[in-house]
């Protein structure tokens, strides 16, 4: 296969999960830097896709699962949000969850766009750069890779 093709199904892969992309792209033997730039660029696109059409979806969802009346206020999630905050949710959710549904959870929780989409870039940036490395290394480690 290809730089380019590859590097294109490490980036929807990214888009899709990005515990999917990494591995894949090592399979497939490309770069690492290729691979955790593509990944991660995939699963930013994923994290702006899911904020972006956030706001409406939250709204449908609140008045499904809890009624006209209710918030999420006393949920389990908002006692969590008010620990951690967008900073923890940016920084463990790529790894946990994946960043569409980190996004998403942080996009329910009433987070602004902005904060959440920068906190969530920083820690997909970190995971695809740490995840990349360690599963490059731990290859060469073993002797597929030289």
Do not use: C, H, Q
């Not at 790529?94 to 820690?123: C, D, E, H, Q, Y």
């Amino acid at each position: 296969m290809d730089v380019v093709a590859g590097t294109l199904l490490v980036f929807g892969a990214g888009i899709l999960e990005l515990w999917a992309a990494i591995p894949l792209g090592l399979a497939i033997n490309l770069n690492p830097v290729i691979i955790g730039v593509a990944s991660a660029l995939g699963a930013i696109v994923a994290a702006f896709l899911v904020t972006a059409v956030g706001d409406n979806i939250r709204e449908k969802v609140i008045k499904w699962r809890y009624g006209e009346n209710k918030d999420l206020k006393g949920s389990r999630y908002y006692k969590i949000w008010n620990k951690y905050g967008v900073v923890g949710l940016g920084l463990i959710s790529p790894l946990l969850f994946g960043a569409p549904v980190g996004s998403a959870l942080g996009v329910a929780l009433g987070s602004r766009k902005k904060p959440l989409l920068i906190w969530m870039s920083i820690g997909i940036v970190i995971w695809s750069t740490g995840l990349t490395s360690a599963g490059y290394l731990g290859l060469m480690s073993f002797g597929v890779i030289k």
